[in-house]
């Protein structure tokens, strides 16, 4: 597109500037920016917005339907920041190679690249809202730091001109609507935008009647008419007020000027058309060799990263302190004892969590007699065993129910527990804490966790809750309000109390934060829970890579699955941040639960991707944002074992199949596990650890993150055969690392691969057939044959480093161990 200047207009569809050559003048309402080659800038919907340049120049615009857009992100208000002189430089890069990828795919103009075209677009698409869309929250959040219900009315009423401009609107009608007064409305809306109600719709109507004055040959008095303008008088007035000219005076002139535009190019058009084309395809392909080269200098010929041992920090293995075990009543399940002692022998972990502890099942309540007596037998078996084997429990204390999901807003089962008054929970509570004082011993129960659930719901009352009563209830009241949070701290502060009256030094902390409580409702949270007079020893908080798109009276409407391949640490750290802003700075952060889903029902599960996403978060969180424990959701497959899960794998969570096979996410920890106290070097794909004397390990990782079109699919809805069919690429790696600063003599080295054709259940049960009646002996078969693969050497350090190489599959995990045998000293 060459073009030197253009009237200042606005339009629905929001519009994204992509520079080719030359320089480019753009304001948008009172802001004037300056595009060069490769920049970009995004122009929101109805912003007013023009072009001017002195020098002929080449530009795309990329024009998105504002209303589709708004539909595919979930997200009924769009508002975009995406500007490449303002932004960071690697989204940056990325969203440049999209676009470029979508423009050398309409340069080729073959017949059967539509579907490449929207692939294209997808990716572009997914691009923007990833690191450019301001999300519901965050403008909620900006909206409650000014005047939340004002603005929210403003954008309700703006919303409704620009949907409606083209009808006879009236200040009256306007505040009927919203049920105010029309001095009040009129008062408010000059205060608030600093135009009248009348010069703010003239605005709008005259910005897309300027358009259809351009670019269409419709009579001017049906331009006016179509836009809302009542007669052509008035369409002229306003539009000499604006412009200086009438509309039929300014389309003359336009006229004028393409005409004489067309007659002196009339012979090079052609020329000229093709000479753009030529410019769009040289700078491709400039692109393009650029890309390629940077590309092969990073995968191609293998370039050996130097790590210099130098300065040694040590660090805690926060990963591994937390096992979820689950529902309390599973723990009783004689399978589920066989794979926790299992689980701690191998791995070894510091804390159990569990609840449900005193669910209908576990039979702790008698009511028969008309008083109530309790019986923690089972309590008991269930501590017993914990403490037995060096399980500390890790105990939330609320009602919470057990839940087993397909994906989000499918559940399979919910187990509720029934209601009792606060009142009877602090009286079961206590009695409880003594019976394991009395049991365990004081010095031991004041080591153990005490999380107090925050439910979506007042489950605190002497009803009894149905499983339809709670999912209905949790459907509709996903969104928390500041009475929610009044309630939890006083349910909160009396537990507290309680536990801090017999045993001084446990920890109570909560709420277990999830994914309904993002952006603005942690910031009023925490900052609420501050001015309380008791306050938490821990927060404690679910991380899954899940965001909730809200309407507009925050009623959930759509979960959608983060596709920000950094979430994990990008959610840590604002998580951080708002502790901080809040004053407790130095509270003890826990995250309780952490997958990569809340699903029982995704063989992804069971795939290499699980380690190779274990590892990655594990690595680049590390020594990051003060985190104390980063419990891994889940145990065991027992958990979500249910009708439908009658064959050998059915995509639960479990580090552990039900039937006892060890999955590569559990292999993942026994790899985490053989890390060092102290750690040497991390970087993209690797971290090096040393461990007292000359003991080094090294994990390096093959990390490969979703492509688009697994976000269009529902979760679950893929067979076992396609579970790698929907990442960005499948890739190798090629790994170099030089250790430098070792001693020099003999070592010995250890490699362990675990990948899809060493350690992987899921691999191995299709080359099995992936039949669902395995017998005994095959199961057994595959526990010998899922394992890493593992190989010794002996390698001589002559010149204090050591060379380590190796090709990595897509989704592989891979550990070095090498130590010293003997000295050259």
Same mark, same amino acid.
């Given at each position: 597109m060459n073009r030197k200047s253009n009237l200042e207009h606005a339009h629905r569809d929001i519009e994204l500037i992509y520079m080719i050559k030359g320089q480019l003048q753009v304001k948008i309402t009172n802001n004037i920016y300056h595009l060069n080659k490769?920049?970009?800038?995004?122009? *929101?919907? *109805?912003e007013f917005h023009s072009f001017q340049s002195e020098k002929d120049n080449l530009f795309v615009v990329f024009h998105f339907n504002y209303l589709e857009l708004s539909s595919l992100f979930g997200q009924k208000s769009?508002? #975009?920041?995406?500007?490449?002189? =303002?932004?960071?430089?690697?989204?940056?890069?990325? @969203? !440049?190679?999209?676009? $470029? $990828?979508? @423009?050398?795919v309409y340069m080729q103009q073959r017949n059967d690249s539509e579907v490449e075209s929207l692939e294209k677009t997808f990716k572009l698409l997914s691009l923007l809202k990833l690191h450019y869309l301001k999300s519901t929250n965050q403008l909620e959040l900006q909206n409650h730091t000014t005047n939340k219900g004002q603005n929210e009315r403003l954008s309700e009423i703006m919303e409704y001109i620009q949907n409606n401009y083209r009808e006879p609107l009236t200040l009256e009608e306007v505040a009927g609507l919203h049920f105010i007064s029309v001095p009040y409305l009129s008062k408010f809306f000059k205060k608030q935008t600093g135009k009248t109600f009348s010069q703010y719709i003239n605005e709008i109507r005259l910005a897309h009647a300027v358009n259809e004055l351009v670019n269409t040959d419709k009579p001017i008095t049906r331009i006016a008419l179509d836009n809302g303008f009542p007669n052509l008088a008035a369409f002229n007035r306003v539009f000499n007020e604006g412009y200086q000219l009438k509309p039929v005076e300014f389309r003359k002139q336009m006229s004028d000027t393409t005409n004489k535009e067309e007659n002196s190019t009339e012979e090079i058009s052609d020329d000229d058309r093709d000479e753009a084309f030529t410019e769009l395809q040289q700078y491709l392909n400039s692109s393009v060799e650029q890309r390629v080269q940077t590309y092969s200098q990073s995968t191609g010929a293998i370039e050996t990263e130097t790590i210099k041992i130098g300065k040694l920090d040590a660090f805690t293995k926060y990963w591994n302190k937390l096992l979820n075990i689950g529902y309390a009543k599973d723990i009783l399940?004689?399978?589920m004892q066989e794979q926790i002692t299992l689980l701690q022998g191998e791995i070894g972990f510091t804390y159990a969590r569990f609840w449900g502890l005193f669910g209908d099942d576990m039979l702790v309540e008698d009511r028969s007699g008309g008083k109530i007596t309790y019986n923690f037998s089972n309590t008991n078996k269930l501590l017993d065993f914990l403490v037995k084997n060096k399980l500390k429990p890790f105990i939330e204390i609320g009602p919470k129910p057990k839940i087993i999901q397909k994906a989000i807003g499918d559940t399979i089962v919910v187990q509720t527990i029934s209601r009792r008054t606060l009142e009877e929970w602090t009286n079961l509570f206590r009695a409880f804490l003594l019976q394991c004082i009395q049991r365990y011993g004081i010095d031991e129960v004041e080591t153990w966790y005490f999380e107090m659930w925050k439910p979506h719901t007042d489950v605190f009352n002497t009803s009894v809750q149905s499983e339809k009563d709670f999912l209905d209830q949790v459907k509709n009241n996903q969104h928390v309000g500041l009475s929610d949070f009044k309630e939890y701290f006083k349910i909160f502060s009396e537990f507290k109390k309680q536990t801090k009256e017999l045993i001084p030094s446990a920890k109570v902390g909560g709420c277990g934060l999830s994914i309904d409580l993002e952006g603005d409702k942690l910031d009023l949270l925490l900052e609420q829970w501050k001015q309380e007079e008791i306050q938490p020893d821990f927060l404690s908080i679910s991380l899954y890579p899940i965001e909730i798109h809200r309407d507009k009276y925050r009623v959930p409407v759509k979960n959608l699955h983060s596709n920000n391949p950094n979430y994990v640490i990008n959610k840590l750290n604002e998580v951080r941040k708002a502790l901080k802003k809040? &004053?407790?700075?130095?509270?003890? =952060?826990?995250?309780?639960?952490?997958?990569?889903s809340i699903s029982n029902r995704n063989f992804l599960n069971d795939s290499c991707f699980k380690a190779s996403y274990l590892v990655k978060n594990i690595i680049e969180n590390l020594n990051q944002n003060q985190v104390n424990i980063l419990g891994y959701w889940l145990c065991s497959d027992i958990f979500s074992d249910f009708w439908d899960s009658k064959t050998l794998l059915h995509g639960g969570a479990g580090l552990v199949t039900k039937s006892g096979i060890k999955k590569p996410s559990y292999h993942a920890y026994m790899l985490l596990k053989q890390l060092g106290e102290i750690l040497v070097a991390k970087g993209d794909h690797y971290i090096v650890t040393k461990r007292s004397g000359h003991r080094y390990q090294v994990i390096c990782y093959n990390y490969k993150h979703f492509n688009y079109s697994y976000y269009l699919h529902p979760e679950g809805s893929m067979g076992i055969h396609e579970q790698y069919e929907i990442f960005e690429n499948n890739e190798t790696l090629n790994l170099s690392l030089e250790i430098q600063g070792l001693a020099n003599g003999k070592y010995r080295v250890k490699?362990?691969? =675990?990948? !899809?054709?060493? &350690?992987?259940?899921l691999d191995e049960w299709l080359k099995f057939g992936a039949v669902d009646d395995m017998k005994p002996d095959e199961v057994d078969y595959l526990k010998q044959v899922c394992v890493p693969d593992m190989k010794v050497e002996h390698h001589i350090v002559e010149? $204090?480093?050591?060379? =380590?190489? &190796?090709? @990595?599959?897509?989704? $592989?995990? !891979?550990? #070095?161990e090498f130590n010293l045998l003997i000295s050259d000293l």
């Open positions: 490769s920049d970009f800038i995004l122009v *929101n919907s *109805n769009l508002l #975009f920041t995406c500007n490449s002189n =303002l932004q960071n430089p690697s989204s940056d890069q990325e @969203l !440049r190679n999209v676009m $470029e $990828e979508l @423009l050398s399940n004689s399978d809040a &004053g407790f700075d130095g509270l003890e =952060l826990n995250v309780t639960e952490w997958n990569i490699e362990l691969k =675990l990948n !899809r054709d060493h &350690g992987s259940v010149n $204090e480093s050591i060379v =380590l190489t &190796g090709e @990595l599959q897509p989704h $592989e995990v !891979r550990l #070095f």
